[in-house]
């Protein structure tokens, strides 16, 4: 059975920094691209960030980048999320997915291209 489990979201004020993880079993995670959503109340889930099985290519929604860094151990099976300067739009429920098949050379930025999803770590920002 595939499990994807983050960890990391909390109450924070605008400009701290924080680190989700995301652990997966039940899969060679390190043979699949993971990618980083988020879905804030009323709203539809967004991409966030995607790193490919090898970590060599990485891609980030215009909103975070510069501020947001994705980074995996593949031999932890784990995915991070390190987000600084944070601001009160982060706020969000934040997922990790892993994408549909092996090997990709460049991960996939909408969540049509990930089978397996976490349940999601909820961050607060406060102004």
């Known amino acids: 059975q595939v499990q994807l489990v983050e960890s990391g979201g909390e109450l924070v004020q605008a400009g701290d920094s924080l680190r989700l993880s995301c652990a997966g079993s039940g899969r060679t995670f390190s043979r699949y691209a993971m990618g980083w959503f988020r879905q804030a109340p009323g709203k539809e889930r967004e991409f966030v960030a995607a790193?490919?099985?090898?970590?060599?290519?990485?891609s980030y929604a215009d909103s975070v980048k510069g501020r947001f860094t994705i980074s995996r151990d593949n031999a932890k099976n784990t995915v991070y999320l390190q987000m600084n300067s944070l601001k009160p739009d982060d706020t969000a429920v934040y997922y990790c997915?892993?994408?549909?098949?092996?090997?990709?050379?460049?991960?996939?930025?909408?969540?049509?291209?990930?089978?397996?999803w976490g349940q999601g770590t909820q961050v607060t920002v406060s102004s």
């Open positions: 997915a892993s994408d549909r098949g092996p090997w990709a050379r460049t991960p996939a930025t909408t969540r049509y291209g990930y089978d397996y």
């Open positions: 790193i490919s099985w090898t970590g060599g290519s990485t």
